[in-house]
């Protein structure tokens, strides 16, 4: 039966039924597109065991919206049931009335974790990670960690890792639940343990730590403070989040677009243009000195007219395949692919997959630009241009991503808009110039 309907009669008995047999992502899916009187309803018929489990899924819109509308002790039941990262990613997106009102209803431990959580840079694996996690000790049997983490399953986050440490939190091994299911009930974890175990600091940058989990296939990940003590773990769920964030952000770069965390629908009318039209100013501003170029090239529009028609397929061109260029280094440069290292690699390549593609763009525009205009000389000036026009566009979009990347900017911001208005530019300087030159103009 329908959710919105069950609402509706307030048939709230099949309504909870139904809410048992789903799973977690999907009931909070069900408070997408209902009202928000609705949504309170819908929470607080949740079971309690499942609820902080259902308000981790939901978006901050969402959770602010329940936090205001339910009472004190509901408060304590949710921050209770939330791991660590989670309700710190909670706090880190509500105002300020909510974030006092949350922590007044949280134990001095939890205040004093997730105050440690929020004070890390937001880019690093200290933000990211949470300290709700399993470590024992090397000289433990295999029966006994299995007693320890019994204990500490409700509390941790994952019980699948599990890292042995010292005395002073330093890390020696980590082993597998499944290490421990084959091994022997009185074998020792320092005899069974994996001792090369790799790590990541606390001031990590989560793309570096996104990197890490895809190249060595990992489930989670110990994070070290500087003194190389155990501190926390990262798991492969953040690490989903922080690759889903990374990607928006580069897609909103290579759009001309200054990134935003806020949803599109949330955003308000001005801070959408605010975020586009200092962009959209500077490839404008650039975009004119293709208009001089343009202007200072009169007298040959004057003599061959039809020249003019074809700068839009050039230009057209050139832009194309320098973002062709450009999307696969960004991407490229974004998996660990390619290193700024490999420019000359690059280059190589660009330069005969351009001449490949140019060679055979020239020759079709050529018998084209021939047959439109009746003049064989301007089919020869369009290829020749066409030529070097995809072999600059192609290196320009090479070079760029790994220019910046150089330089610590991100890639991204070399992509598509900027990278055809460079083009643009040398395609019209180098049209005319080879129109002069063969032309007589």
């Known amino acids: ?116 959580l929020l004070s890390y840079p937001d880019n690093s694996a200290g933000s990211i990670m949470t300290t709700e996690f399993i470590d024992l000790k090397s000289n433990l049997t295999v029966s006994e960690a299995f007693e320890k983490i019994r204990r500490k399953a409700n509390d941790s986050e994952t019980v699948y890792t599990i890292y042995i440490t010292d005395e002073y939190r330093k890390i020696s091994g980590v082993v597998s639940i499944r290490d421990l299911l084959i091994a022997k009930n009185d074998a020792k974890l320092k005899d069974i343990m994996e001792t090369n175990v790799i ?7 989560k793309e570096d730590i996104a990197n890490m989990f895809s190249k060595y296939d990992f489930y989670t990940l110990p994070i070290l403070d500087n003194e190389q003590r155990l501190v926390g773990i990262v798991t492969a769920d953040d690490v989903m989040e922080v690759i889903q964030n990374e990607a928006t952000e580069d897609m909103e770069k290579m759009a001309a677009i200054t990134p935003s965390d806020e949803s599109y629908l949330k955003t308000s009318v001005f801070k959408h243009a605010k975020k586009r039209v200092f962009w959209l100013l500077l490839l404008t501003l650039s975009a004119s000195i293709t208009g001089a170029i343009i202007s200072h090239f009169e007298d040959a529009f004057v003599l061959v007219p039809v020249l003019v ?85 192609k290196f320009i979009g090479g070079m760029l991503p790994i220019l910046a990347k150089k330089i610590k900017l991100d890639p991204a911001i070399m992509a598509a808009p900027i990278i055809s208005t460079l083009v643009d530019c040398i395609t019209i300087v180098c049209y005319f110039l080879i129109a002069t030159a063969i032309l007589g103009l």
């Open 309 to 393: 028609s074809f700068i839009p397929m050039l230009m057209d061109t050139g832009g194309n395949c320098g973002s062709q260029a450009s999307t696969l280094i960004i991407r490229g440069l974004a998996l660990g692919e390619i290193k700024t290292a490999d420019y000359l690699k690059i280059m190589f390549k660009e330069f005969r997959v351009s001449l490949v593609c140019g060679v055979i763009l020239s020759i079709v525009n050529f018998f084209v630009v021939w047959l439109r205009s009746g003049d064989p000389l301007v089919g020869l000036v369009v290829a020749l241009t066409l030529l070097i026009t995809i072999c600059v566009a």
């Open 199 to 205: 790590t990541a600091n606390t001031l990590t940058d």
């Open 1 to 116: 039966m329908d959710i919105e309907k069950l609402l509706v009669d307030k048939d709230f008995n099949e309504l909870k039924k139904q809410l048992e047999n789903k799973n977690i992502a999907d009931i909070a899916m069900l408070f997408e597109g209902i009202e928000d009187k609705d949504k309170i309803i819908l929470f607080k018929l949740l079971n309690k065991d499942i609820a902080a489990e259902v308000f981790s899924y939901l978006n901050p819109d969402m959770q602010e919206t329940i936090i205001t509308a339910i009472k004190d002790s509901d408060i304590q039941n949710i921050m209770k049931e939330l791991y660590l990262d989670d309700a710190t990613d909670f706090i880190q997106e509500m105002p300020a009335n909510v974030v006092k009102r949350v922590l007044k209803n949280v134990d001095n431990k939890t205040r004093e974790q997730i105050n440690k």
